[in-house]
């Protein structure tokens, strides 16, 4: 059985990587991994496939599907039973907020269908709005599908699925190197320690000799050969703790009163192989948001090193590309760890992974990891902990009383206790592990059970000739000037909260920004947004108005957009430009508001919801607040009912300017709108329509909808 996945932030991983558990259970060979780790032809190898993927951006494949999702389209496969032979099923991940929910299992299973494939089981398409998120539709999906399974291909004549309390074979392979030295300390972390009793160890060549020589020697599987055609790209993805739209608790109800302690040290530097990475430097890491404001924004400024190369690439991208930050565990919480799993003796000592995760990046260096640099670079230790996770974990405790609570929360029916326990409290996984200090994982189990560190992706927020015009000198610590030819910028809310259990909570990621000072060196990412083709067929998408509508950070891709329109301006006759902001309050969160005053061609409408009086939000379309409160409540997100009353909001004011908007209409724009997923993109849509109809554009709602789908140029980008 091939397990397919197409995940962005690891959802529908977690959900590939328990049907796998399930299927090997029942005696499968299986193969589970991302969908473009296989090849169409591959499908025809196997027996059954399974697809899981999530949907992303708006309506569209996770980007690790999209090479397979290209292929799989290929004109030429039309009408060639290409598929006859394969059997799928098919889980999908969505949110219901979202326009097209849920449409990236649905295209692909319409695809799969056309080519002659047999559905062998009912698809499901989960939503992470529902209470209990995706499992209130998964884990009953799961048990009729592995009932259908035993149904359709019953096992053989005296063999029995293999049950739950019986441990599995690791998939990955991993061990300390059993004959090399420990390697010389690094010198930014925090271990010297813990070499001093090493004596003369053989030179480092010869050991990096040694090292590849055996590694080399343990890598025959065809998995760990299998291409790397992820590497070649960068996609979206977001930290869950990060994620504030599937967050169930309003922010204000867990506001962190005093920013979280600096760690004594910050993680170190070492750089990892990050596909198509930039070598950066921090330039400047400012709070924008004021200390008394629930949230900390950072305008963090990168200069990218590289020569004309990387100019041409990162001006080709026309103020819309993304930077993907790899976030690292602090040294602190990686020695916590170290402690808790008695690994203090081989914690230093080389790895030897000949079979490991696609996702795991090597030290860009060269040298092989150690447990520790493993630790810090790659492996989730403070992600909130998942079901396999604690599945696994019953497994190395001799402890009956921690054998037993593990077990309980996997017990159908204590979902709710399995929430509460993690993902309420978005309690850590070195968390859980110092609650259960019998638990002691063997080290060759380690990349089965923690989670990969994920990048998150950011606009770049600055665009035009901001990015190359002059070039960024900042002093290093020898007093030497360095020289950045490139300057990229990022506006990043980070997420704190004091959960339930009282403890500070921060995004893996925030916290990494949040302490990234001026001259950090890092690696990252830099790629093209998602629907950034749609955004600009150049040039004449410039021609066109453009009307931004953006709340909170999403102003950060419309501040890039503008200023790319505006150096562009020379040689094209740029359309108007009008901009919805949408923030809190006037003095807190208008980011950027007092860049706009002398752009011409650009008029900014500010929306403040905290400031306004109600009677200047009022207007006779407004949508009964009732209803929306509602939905609000039983979301979690307001915790006050009278909160949002009578609050001037980006649909109301674009309303409010009908006129002005129509004239824009007729003329086919550019529509952006970005900021947070939800009800905002629902209600923004909403008024377009309304105004379309209310100035005689179009003549009834429908009309609208067609008028947005095809006469302008629609990009949403929202999370
Ligand atoms: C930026 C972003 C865009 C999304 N777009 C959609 C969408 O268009 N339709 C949908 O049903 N769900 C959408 N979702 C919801 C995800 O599919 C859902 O949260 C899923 O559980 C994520 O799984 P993953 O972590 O495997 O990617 C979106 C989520 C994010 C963060």
Same mark, same amino acid.
């Given at each position: 059985?091939?397990?397919?996945?197409?995940?962005?932030?690891?959802?529908?991983?977690?959900?590939?990587?328990?049907?796998?558990?399930?299927?090997?259970?029942?005696?499968?060979?299986? #193969?589970?991994?991302?969908?473009?780790?296989?090849?169409?032809?591959?499908?025809?190898?196997?027996?059954?496939?399974?697809?899981?993927?999530?949907?992303?951006?708006?309506?569209?494949?996770?980007?690790?599907?999209?090479?397979?999702?290209?292929?799989?389209?290929?004109?030429?496969?039309?009408?060639?039973?290409?598929?006859?032979?394969?059997?799928?099923?098919?889980?999908?991940?969505?949110?219901?907020?979202?326009?097209?929910?849920?449409?990236?299992?649905?295209?692909?299973?319409?695809?799969?269908?056309? +080519?002659?494939?047999?559905?062998?089981?009912?698809?499901?398409?989960?939503?992470?709005?529902?209470?209990?998120?995706?499992?209130?539709?998964?884990?009953?999906?799961?048990?009729? !599908?592995?009932?259908? +399974?035993?149904?359709?291909?019953?096992?053989?004549?005296?063999?029995?699925?293999?049950?739950?309390? =019986?441990?599995?074979?690791?998939?990955?392979?991993?061990?300390?190197?059993?004959?090399?030295?420990? !390697?010389?300390?690094?010198?930014?972390?925090?271990?010297?320690?813990?070499?001093?009793?090493?004596?003369?160890?053989?030179?480092?060549?010869?050991?990096?000799?040694?090292?590849?020589?055996?590694?080399?020697?343990?890598?025959?599987?065809?998995?760990?050969?299998?291409?790397?055609?992820?590497?070649?790209?960068?996609? $979206?993805?977001?930290?869950?703790?990060?994620?504030?739209?599937?967050?169930?608790?309003?922010?204000?109800?867990?506001?962190?009163?005093?920013?979280?302690?600096?760690?004594?040290?910050?993680?170190?530097?070492?750089?990892? &192989?990050?596909?198509?990475?930039?070598?950066?430097? /921090?330039?400047?890491?400012?709070?924008?948001?004021?200390?008394?404001?629930?949230?900390?924004?950072?305008?963090?400024?990168?200069?990218?090193?590289?020569?004309?190369?990387?100019?041409?690439?990162?001006?080709?991208?026309?103020?819309?590309?993304?930077?993907?930050?790899?976030?690292?565990?602090?040294?602190?919480?990686? =020695?916590?760890?170290?402690?808790?799993?008695?690994?203090?003796?081989?914690?230093?000592?080389?790895?030897?992974?000949?079979?490991?995760?696609?996702?795991?990046?090597?030290?860009?260096?060269?040298?092989?990891?150690?447990?520790?640099?493993?630790?810090?670079?790659?492996?989730?230790?403070?992600?909130?902990?998942?079901?396999?996770?604690?599945?696994?974990?019953?497994? !190395?405790?001799?402890?009956?009383?921690?054998?037993?609570?593990?077990?309980?929360?996997?017990?159908?029916?204590?979902?709710?206790?399995?929430?509460?326990?993690?993902?309420?409290?978005?309690?850590?996984?070195?968390? +859980?592990?110092? $609650?259960?200090?019998?638990?002691?994982?063997?080290?060759?189990?380690?990349?089965?059970? !923690?989670?990969?560190?994920?990048?998150? $992706?950011?606009?770049?927020?600055?665009?035009?000739?901001?990015?190359?015009?002059?070039?960024?000198?900042?002093?290093?610590?020898?007093?030497?000037?360095?020289?950045?030819?490139?300057?990229?910028?990022?506006?990043?809310?980070? /997420?704190?909260?004091?959960?339930?259990?009282?403890?500070?909570? =921060?995004?893996?990621?925030?916290?990494?920004? #949040?302490?990234?000072?001026?001259?950090?060196?890092?690696?990252?990412?830099?790629?093209? &947004?998602?629907?950034?083709?749609?955004?600009?067929?150049?040039?004449?998408?410039?021609?066109?108005?453009?009307?931004?509508?953006?709340?909170?950070?999403?102003?950060?891709?419309?501040?890039?957009?503008?200023?790319?329109?505006?150096?562009?301006?020379?040689?094209?006759?740029?359309?108007?430009?009008?901009?919805?902001?949408?923030?809190?309050?006037?003095?807190?969160?208008?980011?950027?508001?007092?860049?706009?005053?002398?752009?011409?061609?650009?008029?900014?409408?500010?929306?403040?919801?905290? $400031?306004?009086?109600?009677?200047?939000?009022?207007?006779?379309?407004?949508?009964?607040?009732?209803?929306?409160?509602?939905?609000?409540?039983?979301?979690?997100?307001?915790?006050?009912?009278?909160?949002? #009353?009578?609050?001037?909001?980006?649909?109301?004011?674009?309303?409010?300017?009908?006129?002005?908007?129509?004239?824009?209409?007729?003329?086919?724009?550019?529509?952006?709108?970005?900021?947070?997923?939800?009800?905002?993109?629902?209600?923004?849509?909403?008024?377009?329509?309304?105004?379309?109809?209310?100035?005689? /554009?179009?003549?009834?709602?429908?009309?609208?909808?067609?008028?947005?789908?095809?006469?302008?140029?629609?990009?949403?980008?929202?999370?």
């Amino acid at each position: 059985m091939a397990i397919l996945y197409g995940s962005e932030t690891g959802t529908a991983e977690e959900i590939a990587i328990e049907l796998e558990d399930m299927a090997r259970r029942l005696h499968y060979q299986t #193969k589970m991994d991302e969908m473009d780790s296989f090849k169409l032809s591959d499908l025809l190898k196997v027996s059954l496939v399974v697809f899981v993927t999530s949907t992303t951006g708006q309506g569209d494949m996770p980007t690790n599907t999209l090479n397979f999702w290209k292929n799989l389209r290929r004109e030429k496969l039309n009408n060639s039973n290409c598929l006859g032979s394969v059997k799928f099923a098919i889980f999908g991940l969505g949110d219901s907020g979202y326009r097209k929910f849920n449409w990236a299992a649905r295209k692909l299973q319409v695809r799969l269908v056309q +080519l002659g494939a047999t559905e062998f089981f009912r698809a499901a398409e989960a939503d992470e709005r529902h209470n209990n998120g995706i499992d209130s539709i998964y884990l009953p999906w799961k048990e009729e !599908f592995r009932a259908a +399974l035993l149904d359709k291909y019953p096992l053989p004549e005296g063999t029995a699925p293999i049950p739950d309390d =019986q441990l599995l074979p690791p998939k990955y392979s991993v061990r300390v190197s059993p004959t090399m030295e420990p !390697f010389p300390p690094d010198k930014s972390a925090t271990q010297s320690a813990l070499y001093s009793h090493v004596d003369n160890p053989a030179p480092l060549s010869q050991r990096r000799f040694e090292y590849n020589e055996r590694q080399d020697a343990s890598f025959p599987s065809w998995e760990a050969r299998a291409d790397s055609s992820w590497e070649l790209r960068t996609g $979206d993805s977001v930290d869950t703790l990060d994620k504030n739209n599937v967050l169930k608790d309003h922010p204000s109800k867990y506001l962190l009163e005093k920013p979280r302690e600096i760690m004594r040290y910050t993680p170190p530097p070492t750089r990892l &192989a990050i596909p198509h990475g930039y070598h950066v430097k /921090v330039i400047d890491n400012s709070r924008v948001t004021p200390f008394d404001h629930w949230q900390d924004v950072r305008h963090i400024a990168f200069g990218v090193s590289g020569g004309k190369k990387t100019i041409t690439y990162i001006e080709g991208l026309l103020g819309q590309a993304v930077l993907s930050i790899y976030p690292k565990n602090y040294p602190e919480d990686v =020695q916590e760890l170290i402690t808790l799993m008695d690994w203090t003796e081989i914690a230093d000592k080389p790895l030897e992974m000949a079979y490991k995760p696609r996702r795991l990046l090597a030290r860009e260096d060269g040298e092989p990891s150690t447990l520790r640099d493993v630790l810090t670079h790659n492996l989730d230790i403070t992600a909130i902990p998942k079901r396999n996770f604690i599945r696994e974990l019953a497994f !190395f405790t001799d402890n009956p009383d921690e054998i037993e609570r593990l077990r309980e929360f996997l017990l159908p029916g204590n979902e709710q206790e399995f929430y509460d326990y993690t993902s309420r409290p978005r309690r850590t996984i070195l968390e +859980l592990l110092s $609650d259960f200090p019998g638990v002691k994982i063997p080290v060759d189990r380690v990349l089965d059970l !923690f989670p990969i560190i994920r990048h998150r $992706d950011f606009s770049v927020c600055n665009g035009g000739e901001s990015l190359t015009k002059n070039p960024h000198k900042i002093k290093a610590p020898n007093g030497v000037l360095e020289v950045f030819p490139v300057r990229i910028e990022i506006l990043a809310a980070l /997420v704190e909260y004091k959960t339930i259990i009282r403890k500070p909570r =921060q995004g893996l990621c925030s916290r990494y920004l #949040k302490h990234l000072e001026p001259g950090t060196e890092l690696t990252v990412g830099i790629s093209p &947004a998602r629907g950034r083709n749609v955004m600009m067929p150049f040039p004449k998408a410039v021609e066109r108005p453009l009307i931004a509508v953006a709340t909170g950070t999403g102003i950060a891709p419309i501040r890039a957009l503008i200023q790319e329109r505006k150096q562009l301006e020379k040689d094209h006759d740029i359309g108007e430009t009008i901009l919805f902001f949408g923030c809190r309050n006037k003095k807190k969160d208008y980011h950027f508001g007092g860049e706009w005053g002398p752009i011409d061609g650009l008029r900014v409408f500010p929306c403040f919801s905290r $400031d306004d009086p109600p009677e200047v939000a009022a207007d006779k379309w407004e949508r009964p607040i009732k209803t929306e409160l509602e939905e609000d409540i039983e979301f979690g997100l307001v915790m006050d009912p009278d909160l949002d #009353k009578g609050k001037r909001y980006v649909q109301n004011e674009i309303r409010a300017r009908a006129k002005e908007v129509g004239k824009l209409m007729r003329k086919g724009p550019i529509v952006a709108v970005c900021g947070s997923a939800g009800k905002m993109p629902v209600a923004v849509r909403k008024a377009f329509v309304d105004v379309l109809v209310g100035e005689g /554009v179009v003549k009834d709602e429908g009309e609208g909808e067609r008028w947005l789908e095809h006469k302008v140029i629609y990009w949403e980008d929202t999370w």
